[in-house]
């Protein structure tokens, strides 16, 4: 299959010359196509009609300058030859600034070698041709990257030369300053790092320079304000305006960071809280085994004892007296056993329900430790499980006792009512009050649940607690539960 020929456009005024020109392009052997016009005018028109590979045109033309034919191009859009009958360096250099490849000074052997001309020419046009493409190609790319990197979430920066060279949009508003301060030569790169983080960037980036991979690594950023972000950055070496350079993908895991630790606490609060449950279980089954050894037992012996006396008795009045002893001792065994069972769990809370339980445990309270406790109740009926009943029962005896216990209090508040298909039980009292911890388990999670335990088993059961408190503030703590049933009602305070 014969080579497609050579398109060749030759501007010329002078006949002689295009005749020795076309001669040239004859005798080479070379497959060529030459049209020859006189004028630039004839030239821009055969330029608008068809598509040429090369261009040869004279410097002075009769309507123009040879040069002309690109002033109106932003690049090149074909190879220009620029021919002289004259050398002059000055006219050399002006014919290149103004687009051509090629300078020729008109000699006969510089005519008859025009077809060698033509192929360097066409050799160093794909070359520039190709380079253009490479250009743009590298051009389209960082503007896809800048655009992608403008839009990204992430943080990220070229790092190049020991400076910042691109900072996307993210950075300038989490780290808080302006690209334009981040670009500066003088902008100090070691401020927006904690020291330990800022020598182990600089030894990763050494690395990649020496054409090391480098897996991403967690670092400690400093904002302009001062605030401290955890971060994992991502790191690459790639090519940036023609250089070596390093891009680096910033994510912010602060956040991330906080809820595992926040984590690893709540699970230590929980083994904390598995162990003080068990310890309070065995001390409740030591304090109830003595409860009924030194109460029970002795009274079960001694009237053990007074029946074989009663069983030797011989006179009316020694009978009669070892049994009123026996009957007082029964006495106070069915007391003591109905005291402990209250204690352990009082049968009104099954009997009459949680508002009946409360209140007697609030008038228990106030009897027992000398503090006034007012009960307000929301006398519409609602419906609980019996679940919610024995938690939210034990929840107000604890936080009770502990109001006895630490708060120093003056006067206590226990309010019940329906809100939003939910129960609230209200425990309040003015006493010095806490700084709760940022989990919620504070200070209280002795000598029983603790609201810790409380908030978790709310929280299993799909209730809530809420506690508002502060050194000398009092404190106020709101047991949430749903309800099965709500109704409106009026209130009633005792």
């Known amino acids: 299959m014969e080579a497609e020929p050579i398109r060749i456009l030759l501007v010329e005024d002078n006949q002689a010359h295009s005749r020795l020109i076309r001669r040239a392009f004859q005798s080479d052997g070379r497959p060529t196509f030459l049209a020859v016009v006189e004028t630039l005018g004839a030239a821009r028109k055969k330029l ?3 598509s040429w590979d090369i261009v040869i045109t004279d410097l002075i033309l009769p309507d123009g300058k040879g040069t002309d034919l690109l002033s109106h191009l932003v690049e090149p859009a074909f190879p220009l030859i620029i021919m002289t009958s004259y050398g002059d360096e000055q006219v050399a250099v002006d014919a290149i600034k103004a687009g051509a490849l090629e300078y020729v ?12 001309i033509v192929e360097r020419t066409l050799r160093e046009w794909m070359n520039l041709v190709r380079r253009r493409q490479v250009e743009q190609a590298l051009r389209e790319s960082e503007e896809k990257f800048r655009t992608l990197a403008e839009q990204s979430p992430n943080m990220i920066f070229i790092h190049q030369k020991d400076r910042i060279v691109y900072a996307n949009r993210c950075c300038e508003e989490v780290m808080g300053y302006r690209r334009a301060e981040i670009y500066a030569p003088a902008f100090d790169v070691q ?18 320079r ?31 305006d ?15 960071k906080q809820a595992e630790r926040k984590l690893l606490d709540y699970q230590k609060q929980l083994r904390c809280l598995t162990s003080q449950l068990c310890l309070t279980e065995e001390h409740q089954r030591r304090q109830i085994a003595t409860a009924l050894h030194d109460n029970i037992g002795q009274l079960l012996a001694l009237c053990k004892i007074k029946l074989g006396a009663l069983a030797q008795a011989r006179s009316p009045e020694s009978i009669h007296a ?6 007082q001792y029964v006495e106070n065994a069915i007391n003591f056993t109905r005291s402990l069972t209250f204690e352990l769990s009082p049968p009104i809370l099954y009997e009459l329900g949680l508002p009946a339980a409360i209140e007697w445990l609030v008038d228990q309270n106030a009897q027992q430790h000398d503090l006034q406790i007012r009960y307000e109740i929301n006398e519409g009926a609602f419906t609980l499980s019996s679940d919610w009943e024995i938690l939210l029962f034990q929840a107000v005896r604890e936080l009770l006792m502990n109001i006895v216990k630490h708060a120093r209090a003056r006067q206590a508040l226990v309010s019940l009512q329906c809100q939003d298909n939910h129960l609230h039980i209200v425990v309040q009292d003015d006493g010095v009050g806490f700084d709760p911890c940022p989990s919620g388990s504070a200070g209280w999670t002795r000598d029983g649940f603790g609201l810790f335990n409380i908030r978790e088993r709310l929280d299993q059961l799909g209730g809530r607690m809420k506690i508002h408190s502060g050194p000398n503030a009092g404190t106020r703590v709101t047991l949430i539960a749903p309800l099965t049933t709500p109704t409106p009602a009026k209130t009633s305070t005792t």
Request: aromatic fraction near 6%; proline fraction near 5%; charged fraction near 30%.
């Open 48 to 50: 608008q009609k068809s």
């Open 210 to 240: 020496q054409e090391t991979d480098i897996r991403p690594h967690e670092y400690t950023l400093i904002t302009r304000d001062g605030k401290r972000l955890e971060v994992i950055i991502t790191t690459k070496r790639i090519r940036f």
């Open 105 to 116: 000074v008109k000699t006969p052997a510089s005519l008859n070698a025009m077809p060698d």
């Open 191 to 208: 401020a927006i790092f904690d020291p330990e983080s800022f020598t182990r960037i600089q030894n990763n980036f050494q690395r990649h």
């Open 322 to 327: 070892a049994s009123n002893e026996i009957r």
């Open 242 to 256: 023609g250089e070596g350079a390093i891009l680096a993908i910033v994510t912010d895991i602060t956040e991330r």
